[in-house]
């Protein structure tokens, strides 16, 4: 099992910048994808970066640019920062971990962590 807790969200003014975190622990394996994925009211859950643990990362065109995707493997800790925050971005973050053994895959997911943009 996997536990992970996110840190980081807030409020924040239009054109800031916010530094989640996502903090795994449990049984984790050496070969993973990390990310992060959000959730606006009434919207569906939708992808904004992942990383892997050989450090390929993928964007969202909506937020390529103006945020990173980072990881500590030693602490099993990926990061999301993001710059130049429009009120679009509010939503719920949520991190995520993939891995798969033996051709299982297993999917966690974090409890999330509000953002919010607004003057």
């Known amino acids: 099992q996997v536990q992970l807790v996110e840190s980081g969200g807030g409020l924040v003014q239009p054109g800031g910048s916010l530094r989640l975190s996502c903090a795994a622990s449990g049984s984790i394996f050496s070969i993973n994808t990390m990310g992060w994925y959000r959730q606006a009211p009434g919207k569906q859950r939708e992808l904004v970066a992942t990383?892997?643990?050989?450090?390929?990362?993928n964007y969202a065109d909506s937020v390529k640019g103006r945020s990173t995707i980072s990881r500590d493997n030693a602490k099993a800790t990926v990061y999301l920062q993001m710059n130049s925050l429009k009120p679009e971005d509010t939503a719920v973050y949520y991190c995520?971990?993939?891995?798969?053994?033996?051709?299982?895959?297993?999917?966690?997911w974090g409890q999330g962590t509000q953002v919010t943009v607004s003057s």
């Open positions: 995520r971990l993939i891995q798969v053994r033996r051709s299982t895959p297993y999917d966690y």
């Open positions: 990383i892997t643990s050989g450090g390929t990362t």
